[in-house]
């Protein structure tokens, strides 16, 4: 993968995955959001496999990969996004993409903690002033009230969702060493994320429906096949093959978007405290991307 294509690549993911986030809230409402999960990445899974059959990409993994598969599709795609489509029903979404870009600070600190990787002081500082920004965009929306909505829970429904998405992002790495190719092994993952989903709906005697109108099926399938197949290609494509540093831009470019998306759709309106917020933690992003590695 050249330069420019990763480039493009990058920019590709940050516009899609920077809609992704209002496009959850359309499909929030008479189907339960264990459901509307279930749909999404088993019809990604489905594409994937689809896809890495045609292609000809060998679809079987060994025992540990398949373990590292279980704990991704776990943490990432079950119990994240279920925190995160619970979330957005509190708060706006493009508070949700915001504090999620803590996601690369949180990573920092457990795979120090759990791999034993270093880093630089300034990728260190980078993670302050991106856990400051999102605790003051956190505290300006704990301080909202109205709608009838929640958004202290909001809060706290999305900084779980970014602590399941790290554990997750650790059993990708765990993948990675294994030797797992990245488009099965996302495939697998997801699979395995939608039957556990599953099995919760089942158990907790979820309704089995799909809305059917044009919002719901359009967003399902924008989630589905560019928030997850194509997003997810691209950006682990990126990551192993020109650097998780270069991929990072990703977390930087996305929260922008969402915020404009979510103003332009939703209505949202944000004040100083969310404004301090964003640029905090986009300096933050800047300064682990360009702190050295150690």
């Known amino acids: 993968m050249s330069r420019p294509f990763a480039?493009?690549?990058i920019a590709a993911c940050a516009l899609i995955w920077g809609t992704t986030w209002y496009a959850i809230t359309l499909q929030l409402g008479p189907v339960d959001p264990v459901v509307s999960i279930v749909w999404r990445f088993g019809l990604a899974?489905?594409?994937?496999?689809?896809?890495?059959?045609?292609?000809r990409r060998p679809l079987g993994l060994t025992r540990p990969q398949h373990m590292a598969a279980i704990?991704?599709?776990?943490f990432v795609f079950a119990v994240s996004y279920g925190f995160v489509y619970a979330a957005e029903g509190q708060v706006a979404s493009a508070v949700v993409a915001v504090i999620f870009a803590a996601l690369a600070?949180?990573?920092l600190i457990l795979f120090r903690v759990l791999a034993g990787q270093k880093a630089a002081p300034a990728a260190w500082l980078g993670a302050v002033f991106g856990v400051i920004g999102v605790g003051v965009l956190s505290y300006g929306q704990m301080a909202t009230n109205g709608a009838g909505l929640n958004p202290g829970l909001g809060v706290a429904f999305a900084l779980a969702a970014v602590m399941a998405s790290a554990l997750g992002n650790w059993f990708a790495w765990r993948s990675q060493q294994a030797g797992a190719p990245v488009l099965p092994a996302t495939a697998w993952a997801m699979?395995?994320?939608?039957a556990m989903l599953a099995v919760y709906g089942l158990a907790t005697g979820v309704t089995w429906r799909i809305e059917p109108t044009p919002a719901y099926l359009l967003s399902l399938l924008h989630l589905s096949?560019?928030?997850s197949v194509i997003a997810f290609g691209l950006y682990f494509t990126i990551a192993r093959q020109r650097g998780y540093a270069l991929a990072s831009y990703i977390s930087a470019l996305t929260p922008p978007i969402a915020m404009l998306v979510s103003v332009l759709f939703e209505g949202a309106r944000f004040g100083w405290s969310a404004l301090i917020g964003l640029a905090l933690v986009l300096a933050g992003q800047v300064m682990l991307i360009r702190a050295p590695k150690t």
Do not use: D, E, P, R
């Open 71 to 74: 704990g991704q599709g776990a």
């Open 105 to 107: 600070f949180v990573n």
């Open 45 to 55: 899974a489905v594409v994937l496999f689809g896809f890495c059959a045609a292609t």
């Open 191 to 194: 699979a395995y994320g939608t």
């Open 225 to 227: 096949l560019f928030g």
């Open 7 to 9: 480039i493009a690549a």
